[in-house]
Structures are given as C-alpha cells and as structure tokens.
C-alpha cells in the first residue's frame, strides 16, 4: 500500500508544481502584454527650458487605445509632444487637458495603440505589482515590488493626492508610466519618488491610483476638464490626541456642498467612504475618485455621525 500512496503524494505535489509554473507564466504574459501599452513621451520643450535631468518621460494608454494619460509633470512647460513606440517609431499626440492638482494629463493619439485594462479594485497591501516606465530614456523597464500602502494622501506632491505607495524601483524618465497587478491590469499611473536628497530611487515611490485616473478620464470625456469637487470649508488638521485624527470645519460656505449636507461649524471630517482623510489633498483625492454621492463620516460632540454630500 505504501508505493500507490507515494504514487498519489508525487502526483499531487506534480500538480502544485505544475500550477505554479503555469500561474508565474500567466503573470509573465500578462506583464509582458502591460509593457506594449506604455510608451515614450517625448515633451517639445521651449528653447532654454528643457529638463535636463528628466528629457524623456513616459505614457500609458488606456480605453480605446487612442488615450493616453501621464503624469502632468512631465510634460512641464511644453504645448506639444511625441510618443515613441518600442519599434523606434515616433509621432505627434494631442495634449487634451492637464489637471496640475492631480498631477495628470490626458493625450489623444490618431490612431489606436494597444491599452491597458483598468484593475476594477484597488491593489491590497503586500500584493505584488509591476511598474512599467521609461527609465532614464533608456525605453521601457520593468521592475516589480509590492504595495506598501493605499490611499496615501497628504505626502506634499499634489494639491489632490490618492497614492498606491510601492517599493518597486521607479527612476527619472519613468513618471507617467505603468503600475500594474500581477494580471497586468493598470491600478495606478507613476507619479512620485520620495527622496531627501537626489532623485533617485530609495524604495518609497507613488502612483496616482487608477480610480483617480479614471475619474480624471471621465471628467475630461465629458466636460474638457477634470472638475474637482469643492466642499465650500475652510478646513485645519486636528491636535494631536486620543481621538482619531481627522479635518476641524472652521468655516462653512452657505451656499456650499457641505452646507447642503447638514456639516456644522466644529464637525470634524474623518473618511470618505469609509476611508480615513487626515490632510486637505487625502480628501480631494477621496472626493476626486467618489462617485456622485460620497459618504462623509465626522465627529460632532464625541459622536460619530455620516452625511452625504449630493454633487449633482
């Protein structure tokens, strides 16, 4: 009886073996097919103003493989730009907005390009992820970490900040590129290095994450613009203490979104849609990604209440 369990054993560890041979294969061809739908952007500096340290930057194209969107840094101060491809080809695309607040922009080609898919859900913590970017103009490179963090705002980037923190290597060139899960699907445009001292990587780098891009999109498709919601506050961070931290509503616009929704004067704004806001650019970035009816939770004399803020 002893050689058939063995049998049975070896075969059920062939099938482990076998599994995850052919899920790393699966995440090798789905990083491989994210790599074609990131291109070189090539911003048409004025004379004199050209970034010397940064000449090249990167895109990703998205929906119908005529998007594209990036981080708005990169294009600085250039009214046009070129997109080159992994062949070597080199064309003009359309700037059709810049959102500074977000630090993105969106770009339209002429003709279709391969784009990547938007991952429905935010990435969890510890899950691997891929960034796919423009290195140094040296075309594009992959380099894979895991999140370190969601919903990071308040970092001192953005006046909007919604932050996937990641530990994959990210490098001058590669901002506007790819953040990708292991199914090579797009949770998050490359934004930010945080460093001390120079600009290169030490681990700790951001992308705009894609509920935020997408609402940039939509804004854009639709009105030519992204629209931030505006609360009508005046808002200040919380003292340090026992309680959890949060936004002190000092002044309220009358006619204002908060207003409307029932906030009072001494309210104090802990999350949007249950996803804690302790910096102005946290909550921009949470209302900027909200959908039309965003849920508000704050502390009013020691107790928690929600209000819902009605856009439209």
């Excluded at 977000?102 to 992820?129: I, Q, T, Y």
């Excluded at 705002?153 to 290597?169: C, L, P, R």
């Excluded at 590669?174 to 930010?192: E, N, T, Y």
């Excluded at 804690?276 to 946290?282: G, Q």
């Amino acid at each position: 009886m002893r050689f058939p369990q063995r049998r049975a054993v070896c075969a059920a560890l062939a099938t482990v073996l076998l599994s995850g041979v052919l899920a790393a294969h699966a995440k090798a061809n789905g990083i491989a097919e994210a790599r074609n739908a990131v291109v070189a952007l090539l911003p048409a500096w004025p004379k004199g103003q050209a970034n010397q340290e940064e000449p090249e930057g990167s895109a990703v194209v998205v929906k119908d493989g005529t998007w594209l969107v990036t981080a708005d840094h990169v294009l600085g101060p250039a009214k046009s730009a070129r997109i080159r491809l992994a062949d070597g080809s080199v064309f003009p695309v359309e700037i059709i907005a810049r959102d500074r607040a977000s630090d993105l922009a969106v770009l339209r080609s002429s003709e279709a390009l391969p784009a990547l898919e938007f991952a429905k859900e935010d990435p969890e913590v510890a899950e691997e992820v891929c960034a796919i970017g423009n290195a140094f103009g040296l075309g594009m490179t992959v380099s894979c970490g895991v999140v370190s963090a969601v919903a990071r705002g308040g970092v001192g980037f953005n006046a909007v900040e919604d932050f996937i923190q990641t530990d994959a290597s990210v490098n001058p060139g590669a901002s506007g590129g790819a953040l990708v899960d292991g199914k090579g699907r797009l949770v998050g445009v490359l934004s930010a290095i945080f460093t001390k001292s120079s600009d290169g990587d030490l681990g700790v780098n951001f992308a705009a994450s894609a509920p935020l891009v997408q609402a940039v999109l939509a804004s854009v498709t639709n009105y030519g613009r992204m629209e931030h919601i505006s609360l009508g506050v005046a808002l200040e961070p919380t003292e340090p203490g026992p309680q959890p931290a949060g936004l002190t509503v000092r002044r309220l616009d009358e006619e204002g979104l908060a207003a409307r929704a029932g906030f009072l004067p001494g309210d104090v704004i802990l999350a949007v849609d249950g996803v804690a806001a302790m910096s102005v650019p946290a909550l921009r970035g949470r209302l900027a990604r909200a959908g039309s009816q965003p849920e508000i939770s704050i502390r009013r004399n020691g107790k928690t209440e929600t209000l819902t803020i009605k856009t439209k």
